[in-house]
């Protein structure tokens, strides 16, 4: 098949390759010339294992990279979305990316050419149904004639893109006509993955339920080793990794969320939890539980502070092991590093270190008003200050934690 990928991001640039390499002829979109310039010198924007490989395999042979939809989109029987959909104002899902990608796409379309438009961003419940389809009827163009609509939500984890595409555990897709699903489901043939066919709506509402359950269990987590720390005298580490213990945890991952940490941090968890409480909020619906633990994460940097700072001495070395929102990733987006530090420069504290092994650049790129030095050495932390809190839960740091000036606030085991 003849397939167009708009935006080469996390999700954008596995999705293409990924198509390529189950041997579809694929059109990358992105805009952003630095990025775009760099895939098309055979380099990944962003680490993840694996997938060098499959872009070296694929790159000016069924993969293509352009800036413009043109001469893509026109003999693509898919256009997959793959834009940003960060947080508004009010908390709510900004569609702007998304809106302008697809109006361009349609003001390129000619009538009848059967291309199914798939929104893999993430978006709000009702979003193909309230926003997308009048863009259609507005452009023109008749929708289930002259073009299809259908999401497809991603289940990809930061450092493990390739292999959660590729082996996929489910593949969701949402089609209100059975050409429209019959199109995207012949995209994925050759993969293993169970289909399951929705509505639209429930194919965006399964990506929300998916990303909030974990902001939740890790909010949860959080709130009550507060509270064991409130109460005093609990083995808080060991009560959490017994209560793993429980059968019915076997054989699955989600032991890493339910653990006390810094809080959930990236892109998807705070987006997309802020958004579905403001979708749900402006329906009508109470979401008691959302909204605490979109509090209770924004509480964890002044908690981790308190915890890190009693006792210490004015003019102490603070540093911080781990400055990517989880390990196995350079990606410092909305990370808790990041909400420590700034909390820990408000309180006065003026030396800062930081270390950690892939996404220093990163962090110092993106963040440059928090002033934070980076040895780049382990060791040279080891030696130079005199607390140290791990924050993401990087190998390397697991032996460190019953040092006496180390506090372990690990959030993903």
């Not at 189950?22 to 979109?29: A, C, D, M, N, R």
Request: hydrophobic content about 40%; glycine content about 8%; proline content about 5%.
């Amino acid at each position: 098949m003849v397939i167009t990928v708009i935006g080469m991001g996390f999700v954008g640039l596995t999705a293409a390759v990924g198509f390529a390499a189950k041997g579809h002829q694929v059109y990358g979109i992105e805009k952003n010339d630095a990025r775009r310039h760099c895939i098309e010198n055979g380099e990944l924007p962003f680490f993840e294992p694996e997938m060098q490989e499959y872009l070296a395999q694929t790159l000016n042979r069924n993969f293509y990279i352009q800036k413009e939809q043109n001469g893509a989109v026109e003999s693509s029987d898919c256009v997959f979305y793959c834009v940003g959909t960060p947080v508004g104002e009010n908390g709510c899902a900004d569609l702007n990316f998304l809106t302008v990608a697809i109006k361009e796409t349609l003001s390129i379309l000619p009538k009848n050419s059967g291309t199914t438009l798939v929104v893999k961003s993430t978006v709000p419940p009702g979003t193909l149904r309230d926003r997308v389809l009048p863009l259609v009827c507005q452009s023109g163009l008749t929708p289930g004639k002259d073009v299809e609509l259908a999401n497809n939500p991603e289940f990809l984890r930061e450092g493990k893109c390739w292999d959660d595409f590729i082996n996929a555990d489910r593949l969701v897709i949402g089609a209100f006509t059975d050409r429209g699903y019959t199109q995207v489901a012949k995209v994925y043939e050759s993969f293993s993955a169970p289909v399951e066919r929705v509505n639209p709506t429930t194919a965006e509402f399964i990506k929300y339920l998916s990303n909030t359950m974990l902001a939740t269990m890790i909010s949860y987590s959080n709130e009550m080793a507060n509270a064991a720390d409130r109460i005093q005298g609990i083995e808080i580490g060991r009560a959490f990794h017994i209560l793993h213990k429980d059968r019915r945890w076997e054989q699955n991952l989600m032991s890493s969320y339910v653990y006390p940490g810094c809080g959930y941090g990236g892109y998807c968890l705070p987006k997309d939890t802020q958004a579905m409480w403001f979708a749900g909020t402006q329906a009508g619906a109470r979401m008691p539980i959302l909204k605490a633990a979109i509090e209770t994460n924004q509480e964890m940097p002044e908690i981790i502070c308190d915890r890190l700072l009693n006792g210490s001495i004015p003019g102490e070395t603070i540093g911080i092991l781990g400055l990517a929102f989880k390990p196995f990733t350079d990606d410092v987006r909305d990370t808790p590093a990041a909400r420590i530090i700034a909390c820990m420069r408000r309180r006065g504290v003026t030396d800062i270190l930081a270390y950690d092994p892939l996404a220093e650049a990163e962090f110092l790129a993106h963040y440059p008003e928090l002033e934070v030095i980076c040895p780049g050495n382990l060791e040279v932390m080891l030696q130079k200050c005199d607390r140290l809190a791990i924050v993401t839960a990087w190998p390397e740091f697991e032996d460190l934690s019953c040092r006496e000036n180390v506090w372990d606030f690990r959030y993903m085991q």
